[in-house]
């Protein structure tokens, strides 16, 4: 009988080797604990042998904005102790753009099994970025030399910074003055701090898959002209513009010859539908619109085919830094100082005009919204436009 083997990874062979002689290397990166690895062959005689001499947990659940705010850290922990193996805590639902990081070894889904094995794990260092119970509470338990971040229990049963560096960090969510007067801070230097780093400008990290990259350029179909990406989506309600300002941005465009692309998360699905039905009614051809429901690995690829982003403070913001793409940001509670790195000078960021933006999401509204509506669209047209017509 004839063993076939994944043609992509060769054959299963080594040297020579007999039972006494044969090798095991449970402290290799690859080391995937009695399963070839995705080398496809024994440890004895390896040459992918990788060594590790440090394991770091990052624990950050959700917020696909904040793991791409966060995604250059692995690569600096990275640069200074080449043998650190990296494992990231992480939700199934956004575990996909934690693939695209090449820089993290291990992606470990936060459900049960996870809450069992991670005490019995030793690492020598933990950063905990994350402020949910259920995973903030395990950081107490994970054996670990080194902590920092947030963690949950103690005598007050209650959230707690470990490290002078994450008090900062830590009261960004108490009081909504600690992250607008009080904070000049991006959350990139703000994770890099409690982790133990001055952040040196190094770019976010998003290597998306070749599949990924035509599924977004078929979405696009053939170049009629300058491509504009429309990020209609939104964390919070107060976040989003509203629907009657995007159709005028897009009629402004499409006017002015642009390929529309419109880009938003599956609770977004009705807005972008609506505004894809509206340039419709106009008769605008099918060429310039370009919209349908993609995967997380399919929407990270779309600004980066794009020549220019606009979006509030989101998902899709953060999409447009990674891909270095020219970015009209619109802010109503957000402060941009938190989300627009210093050494970016290719963004326009476009602000509420009410005197309470930035509230830090703390409304004084009492969360009913109205701040980005007094974002003017004819503004973010003219900001468009000159983007434009420098790319």
């Known amino acids: 009988m004839t063993v076939e083997h994944p043609p992509a990874r060769g054959t299963f062979l080594?040297?020579?080797?007999?039972?006494?002689?044969?090798?095991?290397?449970?402290?290799?990166?690859?080391?995937?604990?009695?399963?070839p690895c995705k080398h496809w062959r024994p440890c004895h005689g390896c040459p992918y042998h990788d060594p590790v001499d440090y394991r770091v947990l990052i624990v950050m659940l959700g917020l696909l904005g904040d793991m791409l705010i966060a995604s250059p850290l692995p690569a600096r922990i990275r640069a200074e102790r080449p043998g650190a193996h990296i494992t990231w805590l992480v939700d199934a639902d956004n575990a996909p753009i934690l693939a695209m990081n090449p820089h993290v070894d291990e992606v470990l889904i936060h459900d049960w099994q996870a809450a069992a094995a991670l005490p019995s794990r030793h690492f020598d260092a933990v950063f905990a970025f994350e402020r949910t119970p259920s995973a903030a509470a395990l950081v107490?338990?994970?054996?670990?030399?080194?902590?920092?971040?947030?963690?949950?229990?103690?005598?007050?049963?209650?959230?707690y910074p470990i490290g002078d560096?994450?008090?900062?960090?830590?009261?960004?969510?108490?009081?909504?003055?600690?992250?607008?007067?009080?904070?000049?801070?991006?959350?990139?230097?703000?994770?890099?701090?409690?982790?133990?780093?001055?952040?040196?400008g190094e770019p976010y990290v998003l290597q998306v898959s070749e599949t990924a990259q035509r599924r977004a350029e078929g979405l696009l179909g053939q170049r009629t002209g300058p491509r504009v990406c429309l990020n209609l989506g939104g964390s919070l309600p107060t976040k989003l513009w509203p629907a009657r300002h995007w159709a005028e941005l897009a009629d402004a465009l499409v006017d002015h010859g642009a390929q529309l692309a419109i880009?938003?998360?599956?609770?977004?699905?009705?807005?972008?539908?609506?505004?894809?039905?509206?340039?419709?009614l106009r008769g605008v051809p099918e060429a310039m619109v370009a919209y349908a429901p993609l995967s997380l690995q399919e929407a990270a690829a779309l600004p980066g085919v794009c020549d220019v982003v606009v979006t509030g403070d989101s998902f899709g913001?953060?999409?447009?830094?990674?891909?270095q793409r020219p970015t009209v940001l619109l802010l109503g509670p957000s402060n941009g100082a938190e989300v627009i790195p210093k050494h970016v000078d290719n963004v326009t960021a476009l602000r509420s005009t009410l005197p309470c933006s930035p509230c830090a999401h703390q409304v004084a509204c009492g969360g009913v919204g109205g701040c980005m509506d007094t974002i003017d669209p004819a503004a973010v047209i003219k900001a468009t436009l000159q983007h434009l017509a420098g790319a």
């Open 165 to 200: 560096a994450a008090v900062q960090f830590f009261r960004q969510n108490t009081w909504n003055d600690y992250r607008t007067i009080g904070n000049q801070q991006t959350w990139t230097e703000l994770y890099f701090a409690v982790a133990g780093y001055q952040y040196a």
């Open 140 to 159: 107490d338990r994970i054996p670990a030399a080194h902590k920092a971040g947030i963690a949950f229990g103690g005598p007050h049963h209650g959230l």
């Open 317 to 323: 913001f953060h999409l447009a830094l990674a891909h």
């Open 263 to 280: 880009l938003g998360g599956p609770t977004d699905r009705q807005a972008c539908e609506a505004l894809v039905r509206h340039l419709q």
């Open 14 to 35: 080594g040297p020579v080797h007999t039972i006494d002689t044969f090798e095991i290397h449970p402290d290799c990166r690859h080391f995937a604990g009695g399963m």
